[in-house]
């Protein structure tokens, strides 16, 4: 490992640490220059709350689609027969079933693109309640409707609605994935703003395995009760309306966008405690007064900024290669991807279980190592891996070299954030 990489896992170790000490009141056995007065059961409720109705829905519903497979391919097929007279060809029923899973990335997109438009209007249309925690739980109608959409699907006899509840639970969990991480970045100390981003990585993953374990045939898995299985997406949309109105809005949002220093100052007392916050109000007036006679940029307008322009670049990079390299495809198609390896048949549903714990160790483990270096080796090993699975394995991920040598070219030439 090289020099700068060690530079850096030791103070993002530190940082996960610290975060510990002050989510449970304890004092780390060396100076991490976090406050000791940090109220860290507001910041862990917050961190919670919109943690399970945020990037905990999107790797929820991303593994819940996999255990109900071949029952709503029989759905399919019998509903086209019951309305046609004439059962579906398998390379229809297949078509089908793809794009049900391919319906929630596509909600995903523009789920993104309306992401930031909401959270100014929601702001620009009421005060009464900040557009942060209102975006997010505004969220939540998705969901509430592609839970209804689910649960009356088999009754209705309808696989349409299928389609449409995967379209909008990804519009719901591209929302959440870009006003999550902004929230909670602007509700946490400077100290420890990095390790509370990296809890969106871990609710992602910890939403993949519950994901899985809620579709073991034990659980919601068997044949007749895929529809609520589909449908319990309700339940950490509702635990979230619940949870989040009760807890403070960002405090850099209310200063800086809403100028209400007052707000700003209650806010910074329930997440910090009663302590000296004169410093931070400082920092954030500074922050405020360079930000006066701002506006948003555009995306295309990001990369013709000198000053932005590599880390958009750095972004971008590092989001293609997660994506690319295939490891969302493979909660989708967990299942069918093991019976070909010649997994046992009772046995796959806890192969796949393996897949989502896996992820979430390396989440946990990730948070004290370099993020490209990471997904570098990640990458490897699994393009390693799907030689050994044979030709109905994951034959694509060994053909793609691409996304880890983007990712080691980037941990190689680029500079680690501070």
């Not at 759905?75 to 059962?87: D, I, K």
Request: overall charge neutral; hydrophobic content about 45%.
């Amino acid at each position: 490992m090289s020099s700068a990489a060690i530079k850096h896992c030791v103070p993002c170790f530190l940082q996960i640490y610290c975060l510990k000490g002050a989510l449970t009141s304890m004092k780390p056995p060396w100076s991490c220059n976090v406050a000791p007065k940090i109220q860290g059961r507001i910041l862990l409720l917050t961190i919670c709350a919109a943690g399970i109705g945020g990037t905990f829905q999107f790797g929820y519903n991303l593994s819940i689609i996999n255990a109900p497979t071949s029952h709503i391919q029989e759905f399919t097929n019998e509903t086209w027969q019951a309305r046609t007279g004439e059962p579906l060809p398998d390379y229809l029923i297949l078509l089908m079933w793809s794009l049900i899973v391919s319906l929630y990335p596509l909600g995903g997109l523009f789920g993104a693109l309306l992401a930031g438009p909401l959270a100014i209007t929601l702001g620009s249309l009421s005060v009464s309640l900040p557009p942060r925690k209102k975006s997010l739980l505004v969220n939540n109608i998705f969901v509430v409707l592609a839970a209804i959409l689910f649960g009356f699907s088999r009754k209705a006899g309808s696989f349409e609605m299928i389609m449409l509840g995967r379209l909008l639970v990804g519009v719901s969990a591209g929302v959440s994935m870009n006003i999550q991480p902004m929230y909670l970045g602007e509700s946490a100390p400077k100290e420890l703003r990095g390790a509370v981003a990296m809890s969106s990585a871990i609710f992602t993953a910890l939403g993949i395995v519950m994901g899985q374990v809620v579709g073991l045939r034990e659980l919601l898995g068997d044949p007749q009760a895929w529809p609520l299985l589909l449908a319990s997406c309700l339940v950490p949309g509702v635990l979230q309306l619940a949870s989040l109105p009760l807890l403070p809005e960002s405090p850099r949002y209310l200063l800086i966008d809403c100028g209400d220093t007052e707000a700003c100052l209650a806010a910074l007392r329930r997440l910090r405690g009663s302590g000296d916050l004169a410093r931070e109000l400082e920092e954030l007036e500074e922050e405020r007064a360079a930000c006066q006679g701002c506006r948003a940029r555009r995306p295309w307008e990001l990369f013709q900024h000198r000053a932005l322009r590599r880390q958009v670049t750095s972004l971008v990079v590092l989001g293609s290669a997660m994506e690319l390299c295939g490891n969302d495809l493979m909660y989708a198609y967990a299942s069918s991807v093991f019976q070909k390896a010649g997994v046992p048949e009772a046995k796959v549903q806890y192969a796949t279980i393996g897949t989502g714990s896996c992820e979430l160790l390396m989440a946990i483990v990730s948070s004290s190592f370099p993020w490209t270096l990471y997904l570098a080796v990640a990458c490897i090993f699994a393009s390693i891996l799907s030689f050994g699975i044979g030709p109905g394995g994951l034959v694509p991920l060994s053909l793609c070299p691409f996304p880890w040598c983007l990712c080691l070219w980037g941990h190689l030439h680029w500079p680690v954030p501070s």
